[in-house]
């Protein structure tokens, strides 16, 4: 079975520029969870998609945006890139059962540097 | 963000020495994960705990959820080279209109051949 992907793998932009970054989850995996890991802040929670509606929010701003596709895939914006961006953006994804206990499984990341 | 505490935040070890490092918290979870993650990669998982007091072992790991469910250990016995990384807890909060995962803050290993 395949595991998670995402693309790009690495992306240079300039402040002011938006992005936009993808990941399919594993196959059968309905729920999506996007990650901001950075060296002084760690891994930080973004957002969580499931049946393509965000079922949960980290305390980012506004600029940091997603979505989900029918087939599972989840793709997330940042608008108006800042210095402070940044970061290796992880994606993982798990069954999103509604028996609450859940496994993720993580992609190899995106990073994005911003100028 | 929120944060788990995991310590130590970083340790140098001898080959084939064993390494301990916990993660503990005030909140009560429901799941707790252990990753390494490489320079450049994302989080590999290595053990799933799912139950209060649960032990758990994966070749050379072991980890165990503590009967608090505040607490999580992972052990690594006879480590080698290819054990260096970064080692995160992740604990799961029980459902209460959410399903997130809190990450500890990682430990570094690095193995002196």
């Known amino acids: 079975k395949a595991g998670v992907t995402q693309t790009p793998r690495y992306l240079i932009k300039t402040r002011g520029q938006q992005v936009t970054l993808s990941c399919s989850p594993i196959s059968g995996h309905r729920s999506v969870s996007w990650y901001q890991q950075t060296p002084g802040q760690g891994l930080q929670f973004l957002f969580e998609?499931?049946?393509?509606?965000?079922?949960n929010k980290g305390n980012f701003p506004g600029r940091f945006s997603g979505r989900q596709f029918s087939n599972s895939r989840s793709e997330m914006n940042v608008s108006t890139l800042e210095l402070g961006d940044s970061a290796l953006y992880l994606c993982?994804?798990?069954?999103?059962?509604?028996?609450?206990?859940?496994?993720?499984?993580f992609g190899p990341g995106t990073r994005l540097l911003v100028l | 963000g929120q944060q788990l505490n995991q310590s130590p935040q970083s340790m140098f070890i001898q080959e084939g020495e064993d390494v301990s490092m916990n993660c503990t918290s005030s909140?009560?979870?429901?799941?707790w994960l252990w990753y390494k993650q490489d320079p450049g990669e994302g989080p590999v998982l290595l053990i799933a705990l799912y139950k209060a007091g649960e032990l758990t072992s994966n070749g050379r790991l072991t980890a165990q959820f503590g009967i608090t469910r505040k607490d999580s250990f992972l052990n690594i016995s006879a480590s080698i080279p290819s054990d260096v990384g970064i080692y995160f807890c992740a604990g799961q909060l029980p459902p209460s209109g959410t399903y997130k995962y809190i990450f500890g803050t990682g430990t570094r290993l690095k193995v002196l051949a």
């Open positions: 909140s009560i979870f429901n799941t």
């Open positions: 993982a994804s798990s069954l999103g059962a509604s028996g609450h206990i859940e496994t993720q499984y």
């Open positions: 998609y499931f049946s393509e509606t965000q079922r």
